[in-house]
């Protein structure tokens, strides 16, 4: 391999390298502890921080949090940051945050309680305070929270040379943009240019004539998980970002969207199974637990429903005793069924494949897909236990009963998240607990319900 | 809003408009279907394709499938696009193919049966074919299958004006491109700078002052997560791709590894939820069925280990009824737990937020949750048995086995996946139903198991 101009390609943080911090640590050497973090991205330092215990952490920063600068801050997960800028000296904050661009700040201090915000947004230079606590006044998870303010505009009515002499004459164009945009004369973005077309292109050539073909604009207030899908969906780079008078206020990268995007699939996944979505590495046993009993505690009472059902066919069940060994069959396979249902409905309302549009055909297509898993199913466990107990009408009343609960979880499935979806809640809510105990209670019923009237 | 200068924002793919295309189809209009889907980006044009039904699609395609280009072709999922595809004339489908940058056609053809490939590869232009040909000789799924072989690159030695002169010379520039990739004179990419950069500087500078500090390069074999990964956690743009002998042979751009991030994101929830990673909205009943049903099968055997264990008790069932109604409370609530001890961990695992370095800190933590969400939960459900019942005991027996399957489907919850990511496998592989067999199948045998020995 050639060897890299570049700073050296950062070295990636791996086992050997974590051991080698820690036993530095441990020996308190801070010269080399220093050598090892050096040529470590500001990305891999995070997740060090992040995977090692507290108390490794706090005696980590001991020894180096003088080094910690902006980037890092930034890269730092929510769960950590307060106990890594506790640790900080008011200098190194000061000095850390001046680094950043406005976006970036914004990030670090939405996740800060008072006093912490305080301390950063004195440490910053007023430009910087005002721009920050602009961005502050957009709500949580909005594109004017996550957009930065610096821009590249210039007139539409511009040349291809007379961008370039502007852009060779700034002082301080922001660390990267990929778009000059143009802007009409209040302000509106009307198209811009991508860097490359312009370099590529004459002087003379008018800008207007080079610009993208398609070009969109977000709404400062629009929510950070719809910029991210138009991003994807429509394959953009940058996006101006307009008040509500269509005026250019900034530019959302797509680093950023990518990074939204990566967030809401991780939080749609753990909201999904039940789980607070800010759930960490780095959280101890306490907070997981405070993230996970309250959905365990509605699982509780959810569940005493299938208790409540199973003990109204306590006659049933004591006439013929192997009837509570079988019945979890049904009820478990429908859970199975009902979560797959249920993940590819949340998935798809997320890439917006399922909509009103086919919202319909897609309950019936379930509906089918329940009917021909549950005669498949049916078929196996019917004829099975028909040959293990001898007893067809046990065969039949257990295939039934699996027809049945396969239909209600392939149903329960797609609507449970569509009908938190239409209330204008998170599809993904907790919806595995609703689908489970729905499959749970019909799969105890319809067994336990068919074979009182078949079976006693 | 100011009028804009590019194409017209594109208009928004909403039900009104689907409404009315289908409308046009059903009357046959073709005047009024080109009218409505003119204004539509070639990703919503997709989206538009997948959400109808299938009969709808084709009166649809007949009337107007003349139109489809390859951007259309190159956005649409693969469940529908071999259809499209054969309603294609072979003239539009060669001119539809020749629009397209050579990663955009390998990404076409990969998901396509033989006659259907060797009719694009015909219809590319010589040097093309060779193009997509070379980058099907890398395995699917990695980074050769994802890059452009398009790169702009320049000799290292080279100032900004001499880089800013080539680029106006060149012909035949990509339609993207946000870096020049600096290289030595083997080919090998020694850094890049991005054309802000360029832009910004005096036509004196040396490129190699101006390069950005940190700089990546990735393998052709490497996988594209681990591309999405690296552009994610890095913050790339763009990264030059290389051979084994690390001379350059294309680039990725951050767009493809957002597309990258996102499936992959998809897979892993419906692997988790053991649903074939293919599932579409597109799909009939009857590919539904044949996605999922082969897991329901494993969960039925599964499953009967449960009523293996559950009619070893059934002498303690018949003497206390109500153990029946009640043992479903605690397997349930394990399920529950073990879904998202299990959701954490693999979403872990895929941001590599879960690593060998913290494996066991991690589990320690899972097993501290579990004894406390145990306890929390065993004094709920112990006080309120023994409120209901008026049998301490049965309380205590509800109590303990509620926290001896709290724990284990904590440690389960994180452990399958663990066990399969080291065996190489992947480690969403329908853990699910690994996790609630385990569950299921100890909460049945602790609650039956502690009454046998303390309520008989």
Redesign the interface.
């Known amino acids: 391999?050639?060897?890299?101009?570049?700073?050296a390609?950062?070295e990636m943080l791996d086992?050997a390298r974590?051991d080698a911090v820690l036993e530095a640590v441990e020996a308190g050497d801070a010269t080399t502890l220093e050598e090892l973090m050096a040529p470590l991205?500001a990305?891999?330092i995070a997740?060090l921080l992040?995977?090692?215990?507290q108390s490794d952490r706090r005696a980590l920063l001991a020894l180096w949090s003088h080094e910690i600068d902006g980037e890092i801050l930034s890269e730092i997960s929510d769960a950590i940051r307060e106990e890594v800028i506790e640790s900080l000296s008011p200098e190194v904050l000061a000095e850390a945050v001046r680094d950043l661009e406005s976006d970036d700040v914004v990030d670090i201090l939405e996740d800060l309680e008072p006093p912490q915000q305080g301390m950063i947004l004195d440490a910053l230079a007023d430009a910087d305070r005002v721009a920050v606590e602009q961005a502050m006044a957009f709500p949580e998870g909005s594109a004017g929270r996550l957009m930065q303010r610096e821009t590249v505009v210039v007139p539409?009515h511009w040349t291809v040379g007379e961008a370039?002499d502007f852009?060779?004459k700034?002082d301080h164009?922001?660390d990267?943009?990929?778009h000059v945009i143009?802007v009409?004369p209040?302000m509106?973005?009307?198209?811009y240019a991508?860097?490359?077309r312009?370099?590529?292109?004459?002087r003379e050539v008018a800008l207007?004539d080079i610009?993208?073909?398609?070009?969109?604009?977000v709404e400062a207030t629009d929510d950070e998980a719809d910029v991210a899908y138009i991003?994807?969906?429509?394959?953009?780079?940058s996006c101006p970002v307009?008040d509500a008078g269509?005026r250019l206020v900034g530019v959302i990268t797509?680093?950023d969207?990518?990074?939204v995007?990566?967030e809401e699939?991780?939080e749609?996944?753990?909201r999904?199974?039940?789980?607070g979505d800010e759930?960490?590495?780095s959280?101890?046993?306490?907070a997981?637990?405070k993230q996970?009993?309250p959905?365990?505690?509605v699982?509780?009472f959810t569940?005493?429903l299938?208790?409540?059902v199973?003990?109204r066919f306590?006659a049933t069940?004591?006439s013929i005793?192997?009837l509570?060994?079988?019945m979890?069959?049904v009820?478990?396979?429908g859970?199975?069924?009902g979560?797959?249902s249920?993940?590819?409905a949340?998935?798809?309302l997320a890439?917006?494949?399922?909509?009103?549009?086919?919202a319909r055909?897609?309950v019936?297509?379930?509906?089918?897909?329940g009917?021909?898993?549950g005669m498949?199913?049916a078929l196996?466990?019917g004829f099975g236990a028909w040959g293990i107990f001898g007893d067809a009408k046990l065969g039949l009343v257990l295939g039934m009963a699996m027809i049945v609960n396969?239909i209600v979880a392939a149903l329960g499935g797609v609507m449970v998240p569509l009908t938190l979806e239409r209330m204008g809640l998170d599809p993904a809510l907790a919806s595995?607990?609703f689908v489970?105990?729905l499959t749970?209670v019909m799969g105890?019923f319809a067994f336990l319900g068919l074979a009182s009237v078949l079976l006693v």
Chains 1, 2 share one sequence.
């Open positions: 391999m050639a060897e890299h101009l570049a700073e390609e950062d086992q974590i991205h990305a891999d997740d992040e995977q090692i215990s539409e370039i852009l060779r700034s164009l922001p990267q943009f990929y143009l009409d209040v509106s973005p009307v198209g991508t860097l490359g312009i370099l590529s292109s004459g207007r610009i993208e073909d398609s070009f969109r604009t991003f994807n969906q429509y394959h953009l780079i307009v269509g797509i680093d969207a990518m990074n995007l990566d699939h991780g749609d996944m753990l999904l199974a039940g789980v759930a960490s590495m959280d101890g046993a306490f997981t637990m996970r009993l959905w365990l505690v699982n509780l569940a005493s299938s208790a409540l199973i003990s306590e069940i004591s005793l192997i509570a060994a079988l979890p069959i009820a478990s396979t859970g199975i069924a979560t797959q249920l993940a590819v949340v998935r798809a890439t917006r494949d399922l909509t009103q549009a086919n055909r897609v019936m297509r379930e509906l089918g897909a009917v021909l898993n498949g199913l196996i466990l396969q595995g607990t489970t105990t749970d105890f």
